[in-house]
C-alpha cells in the first residue's frame, strides 16, 4: 500500500533555499504531488524558490523548459503565474536582493552618537548576516556573468547609496568639509572595504576555501584595518 509523502516535508523540500540543493535529499521535486492542493499563493511561492534555486545553480541563461524538468511541473503552470521568463527573473531579483534590503542600515551609518569604526562594524555585521548565503551570492554572480543586470541595479539603486554615506561619515569623522561632492577616489577606498566583505561570501561559498569562523571579530578586525591601517594586537597574536 502506498502512502502519501507528509506534508511538512513537502514544505521544507521547496522552501528551505539556504543550501546548494546537492545538500537537499530529494530535490525541489520532492512533494510535488501534493501542489494541486496548495493555494495560488503558496504555489506561486515554491516555484519562485525553485526557480531562484535554479538560476543559481545553472544561470540565467539556462531554459525555462529546464526550470520546469527539474521543478515536476509544466512550462505553462510556471507562465501562468510569471507570464515570462523576464518577469520571473525579475520576481527572483526582487525576492534575493530587493526584500533582504533593511532601511535601518542607513540610520545605523548616520548615528552620530557612536564612532565611526562601531557604526561600520555594526553595519557590516547586519549586513552579512543578511546576505551570507550560497543563493545570494551566486544570484549576484551569475547575473553580472550572464550580462543580466539585477546586480548592476542592486549596486546603482541601493548598495551606492550607502558607500557615498560611508564616505561622507568618514569625512565627518575626519572634520572635513561635507561639499564637493564625493569623488570616485573617495568611493573606490570605500568599495575596497565593501568589496573585502563580498570576496568572504565568494570564497566561502564559491571557492569553499576555508573563512574566518567568528564573524562578528572578523568584520571588528577588517574595519579596523580599514579605519587605522592595522590590526588589534589580539588579532596579530592569533
Excluded at 504555489?43 to 519562485?48: A, F, G, M, S
Excluded at 568618514?170 to 563580498?198: C, K, N, Y
Excluded at 594586537?233 to 592569533?238: G, H, M, Q, T
Amino acid at each position: 500500500m502506498k502512502t502519501k509523502p507528509k506534508g511538512g516535508d513537502a514544505e521544507k523540500s521547496s522552501a528551505d533555499i539556504s543550501e546548494p540543493p546537492a545538500a537537499r535529499p530529494g530535490g525541489a521535486a520532492q512533494g510535488r504531488s501534493l501542489r494541486s492542493r496548495l493555494p495560488p499563493h503558496e504555489r506561486e511561492r515554491l516555484i519562485l524558490d525553485d526557480a531562484t534555486r535554479f538560476f543559481a545553480e545553472h544561470g540565467f541563461d539556462a531554459n525555462m523548459r529546464d526550470l520546469a524538468k527539474q521543478s515536476g511541473i509544466s512550462q505553462g503552470l510556471i507562465f501562468k503565474y510569471f507570464e515570462s521568463k523576464e518577469k520571473l527573473v525579475n520576481r527572483v531579483y526582487e525576492s534575493t536582493f530587493l526584500q533582504r534590503w533593511r532601511p535601518e542600515w542607513e540610520r545605523m551609518l548616520t548615528n552620530k552618537s557612536e564612532s565611526v569604526e562601531k557604526r561600520l562594524g555594526g553595519f557590516y555585521k547586519s549586513y552579512l548576516q543578511t546576505v551570507d548565503e550560497y543563493i545570494w551570492i551566486r544570484i549576484a554572480l551569475f547575473s553580472g556573468l550572464s550580462g543580466n543586470d539585477l546586480t548592476t541595479k542592486y549596486i546603482r539603486e541601493n548598495v551606492a547609496s550607502l558607500m557615498k554615506t560611508i564616505a561622507l561619515e568618514l569625512r565627518r569623522e575626519a572634520g572635513e568639509a561635507l561639499e564637493p561632492a564625493v569623488d570616485l577616489l573617495e568611493m573606490e577606498q570605500v568599495w575596497m572595504l565593501h568589496s573585502t566583505f563580498i570576496y568572504y561570501l565568494i570564497r566561502k561559498h564559491i571557492f569553499r576555501t576555508p573563512t574566518a569562523r567568528e564573524q562578528g571579530a572578523y568584520v571588528d578586525e577588517m574595519v579596523r584595518l580599514f579605519l587605522f591601517g592595522r590590526l588589534p594586537s589580539s588579532a596579530k597574536e592569533a
